[in-house]
């Protein structure tokens, strides 16, 4: 986030060459102290007077009292020191004409190579202060200053792992080195190895409360990367704190309470990063986001055709000031052609760079190691889609390892997932490199991303290639944008042979829906009727239990379409805040539709969401950005589902699965389509209950719930995407 070449915030704080003085009586100094001079006795000549006005860091003074000795037209080293030293803070020309003097005369003189090797860093020639600090370090190999200034300066080579040697060995030779404590921190920061990075930052601050702001910050967004959202609240909070007028901090603030669904404060952070620099996409994009789940929609149409504005620009792959996340823009576009744009950047900007040398292969042998890396191995969309095919897959011909990320779990879902691995480990701190280690470790042969873009990303520990053969699935329905992997699980209706050329990955085909289906999933056999949920026993109940920020501001327009068209029905929403309740029931009077026509499903335990499921007549899916875990729960309950069918992934997920549940009457490609099928239907009753009563009659002979046919299909390309990779 912010240029570790930098000086410090303050003035006052230690220098960044190391040198133990503060920053304003050294490389910072343009002016007097103002105290601690001590004149030199006169009779010492005119170098001993120079050398106590640097002491005191009064450097023009000494330049006056050298230039009027005449000491630039003599032959003596020792005054050209001192000059050069004079001149750095003034005329660094100047100050580097003396230093190449005496290097003539000293070529093998640490402090001159010290002092050049400075003037080249600060001037930009990076190639150069490394060649004058390494030049000195072969006379002073131990010298703690230079061994920061040769850090830096490999740094800003992107030399990281040399640099951080470095700062190494100066915390070796003096392990309490303020200085060496925060360039380490820094450097495993900008190297993305934020767990190793935490215990410099936290030293650090326990020693100095007054660190800079820039300490606070990469500290909060290092422990937000690390799952830790409360520390790296407060953190972030701390450095807003110290600079009010960042918009960039004002901006980590809002991610991180993001992260913690503090969807409120979050915004109100955002909104501030966004009022301060408003050129920035991500800001805004991000504040879209988030705005959604709180349904607040003022301003949406303009953002929403800005963010798609830059993301389509020419060359807005390569462009590092158009950021999107590409897990919220599926909400607000379906062009794959964009997307696939927008997950380069990405990719690029925001994980560790990608080794291409892929781990040699192991010897054959009777079984295939696969590893599965999810953050959502538990109670969550992902852990209860994915549980049933792990307990299925065919121990003779594979061992199945699993990869945890984030937070420890312990539920049903965990529990079933545990008991079907041979080998299953937990990260809760997400770290690249243990994680990437771990399943070079184990021997991984071919290695599937569960999480893709969403929250706890691995997506650095794939860029570390552990594994010879990588497959994106199942977490993110979209393109990674990133070389790390090289195949993505998907559907020949998800991603057809038209497209494949738009994702980065080649598509694994497992047909006729990508999308695995638990089919042992509980569901309550307690009873459950309309009245329970003060829905209305001859109504007709249009579902559309979704994430708030899959609804954008035309499609709930199309649901009031429906209401408006199918007398006295009720739209059933997931359950939501009274703020947004009360901004959607607006929205709807001024439709003039009764606004109790809405109505909230409270939370319950899964077993319990899943048996009301049949009281409504209709499941009304979201578009662009499908409920694909939600559409499969519906399907599995017996509820006909209607979508549309876009042209990205994530758009056609939902209606893969209903194609695959055997209704192809129900899958539209427009909004007009969309109202007007649900309007037929909801004044048809008795049609979706014929409906309903067959999806329940034929579900387990049907293709999304035929578990075991899809076991055997995933088998398959597994297998073939082992024997079709490169070793290479």
Not at 442 to 461: M, P, Y
Not at 498 to 521: G, I, K
Request: hydrophobic fraction near 45%; charged fraction near 25%; charge should be negative.
């Amino acid at each position: 986030m912010t240029d570790p070449f930098a000086p410090p915030r303050s003035r006052n704080d230690p220098c960044p060459c190391g040198s133990g003085k503060r920053y304003k009586h050294c490389h910072g100094s343009d002016e007097p102290p103002g105290d601690g001079y001590v004149p030199a006795d006169p009779a010492q000549g005119p170098l001993e007077a120079a050398r106590a006005l640097l002491r005191a860091g009064r450097h023009e003074e000494a330049v006056a009292v050298l230039d009027a000795a005449g000491v630039d037209h003599e032959a003596d080293p020792a005054g050209w020191r001192l000059l050069g030293e004079a001149l750095r803070p003034s005329d660094t020309k100047r100050s580097r004409a003396y230093w190449m003097r005496v290097v003539e005369v000293a070529p093998a003189d640490p402090e001159v190579h010290f002092f050049l090797g400075d003037l080249d860093r600060e001037a930009g020639d990076i190639e150069g202060a490394i060649a004058h600090f390494t030049q000195a370090q072969q006379a002073a190999p131990d010298h703690p200053a230079l061994l920061n200034n040769l850090g830096l300066a490999l740094e800003k080579a992107q030399r990281f792992e040399e640099a951080e040697a470095h700062f190494r060995r100066v915390l070796e030779l003096s392990p309490d080195a303020l200085i060496g404590i925060a360039n380490l921190a820094q450097n495993l920061y900008q190297q993305k190895r934020f767990k190793e990075s935490l215990p410099y930052f936290d030293r650090l601050i326990e020693r100095m409360p007054a660190a800079p702001v820039e300490i606070w910050a990469n500290r909060g967004i290092a422990y937000r990367m690390c799952a830790n959202y409360p520390t790296a609240e407060a953190s972030m909070a701390k450095a807003v704190e110290l600079a009010p007028e960042l918009a960039d901090l004002w901006r980590e603030l809002g991610l991180t309470r993001a992260s913690q669904h503090l969807w409120g404060t979050a915004a109100i952070a955002l909104a501030r990063s966004y009022e301060l620099d408003p050129s920035s996409v991500f800001t805004e994009a991000m504040l879209l986001y988030v705005h959604g789940y709180e349904a607040y929609w003022r301003d949406f149409d303009r953002l929403r055709a800005d963010i798609l504005a830059h993301a389509t620009k020419p060359g807005a792959a390569d462009d590092n000031a158009s950021i999107v996340v590409p897990f919220s823009f599926q909400s607000i576009n379906e062009d794959p052609t964009i997307e696939l744009a927008v997950a380069r950047r990405w990719a690029r900007t925001q994980f560790l760079p990608v080794n291409h040398v892929r781990p040699a292969r192991r010897a054959p042998e009777a079984r295939l190691r696969i590893g599965f890396v999810s953050a959502d191995f538990y109670m969550h969309p992902v852990g209860r889609l994915i549980v049933g095919l792990l307990e299925r897959l065919d121990r003779d011909r594979f061992t199945v390892h699993a990869y945890a990320t984030g937070k420890d779990r312990n539920d049903e879902v965990r529990q079933r997932i545990v008991a079907a691995c041979e080998v299953f480990r937990s990260f809760p701190i997400v770290d690249a490199t243990e994680i990437a280690d771990a399943i070079r470790a184990d021997g991984i042969d071919v290695l599937f991303d569960l999480t893709g873009f969403t929250a706890d990303a691995a997506v650095s520990a794939f860029s570390l290639r552990p594994a010879p053969v990588q497959i994106n699935f199942l977490g993110f329905t979209g393109t990674m944008g990133t070389p790390a992997f090289d195949w993505i699980l998907t559907d020949r209706f998800c991603v057809p042979e038209d497209v494949r050329h738009l994702y980065d990955e080649r598509p694994l085909y497992v047909d006729p829906c990508y999308l695995p289906s638990d089919v042992a999933r509980a569901v309550s056999p307690d009873p459950v009727s309309r009245a329970d949920y003060k829905l209305p026993a001859d109504a007709t109940v249009f579902a559309a239990l979704i994430s708030a920020h899959k609804i954008v501001p035309e499609h709930f327009d199309a649901w009031l379409d429906i209401l408006a068209g199918v007398p006295d029905s009720i739209l059933w929403l997931r359950d939501q805040p009274s703020t947004v309740m009360r901004r959607l029931e607006h929205i709807a009077t001024k439709r003039d539709l009764d606004p109790s026509r809405l109505r909230c499903a409270p939370n319950e335990p899964v077993p319990r969401y899943l048996k009301r499921f049949p009281l409504a007549d209709l499941y009304i899916d979201t578009m662009p950005f499908g409920g694909h875990t939600t559409v499969n729960d519906a399907l599995f309950a017996g509820v006909p589902v209607l979508t549309a069918a876009g042209r990205s992934f994530a758009s056609r997920a939902s209606a893969s699965q209903v194609l695959a549940a055997g209704l192809p009457e129900l899958v539209v490609a427009s909004r007009e389509e969309y109202v007007a099928r649900a309007i037929v239907l909801g004044n048809d009753r008795p049609r979706l209950a014929a409906m309903a009563e067959q999806l329940r009659a034929t579900r387990d002979t049907l293709p999304l719930f035929d578990l075991d046919r899809y076991a055997r299909a995933f088998e398959a390309a597994i297998e073939r995407a082992w024997s079709e990779t490169s070793a290479a």
